[in-house]
């Protein structure tokens, strides 16, 4: 789990798991993290602030995870082979597309980070260790921004 910004720089790796487990199960304790270190540390307002995440977080248990921390959950639906209509039409009632799209530059990041291969391919047995590959990397991503642009 990391938290990405608008412009894709990566604010911070949240947690850091063994390779079998999904993000959605670290959903809810990395926003418990999240928001806790937003609101007490940094003393932002976390109020209707959209989370956008793909169609693999796409559950009852995630939507009502994010509406607890009082932020707006923007989460492709996954339609799992349903047909009927109405069914369909109540996934999309609260997705919002216009939000949705600004998703690109997360994903943009995402595959940035896919070029370290320590962070792709993890050997390492402490999470200590995957973490500090993980720092690595997302500082040099960030780095990309501030001084890449600079001619």
């Known amino acids: ?15 850091v798991a063994p390779v079998n487990t999904h993000d959605s ?8 993290q999240t928001c806790s270190f937003l609101t007490q540390e940094l003393r ?17 248990e995630n ?4 509406r607890a921390q009082n932020m707006k959950p923007v989460i492709h639906p996954n339609r799992r082979n349903t047909k009927e209509p109405v069914k369909i039409a109540r ?3 609260w997705f919002n597309r216009a939000i949705y799209k600004q998703r690109f530059a997360i994903e943009r990041t995402f595959a ?3 070029t370290y291969r320590k962070t792709v391919i993890v050997y390492e047995r402490l999470s200590a260790t995957r973490l500090g590959c993980k720092h690595l990397a997302y500082a040099m991503i960030n780095l990309r921004t501030f001084v890449g642009n600079s001619e």
Do not use: E
């Open 91 to 93: 996934m999309y009632r």
């Open 1 to 15: 789990m990391t938290l990405i910004d608008n412009n894709g720089n990566i604010l911070s790796p949240l947690l």
């Open 25 to 32: 199960i670290l959903l809810p304790q990395a926003l418990k």
């Open 63 to 66: 939507m009502t995870a994010i």
């Open 112 to 114: 940035w980070q896919d």
């Open 44 to 60: 932002l307002s976390l109020k209707d602030v959209p989370v956008t995440l793909d169609k693999g977080f796409f559950s009852h």
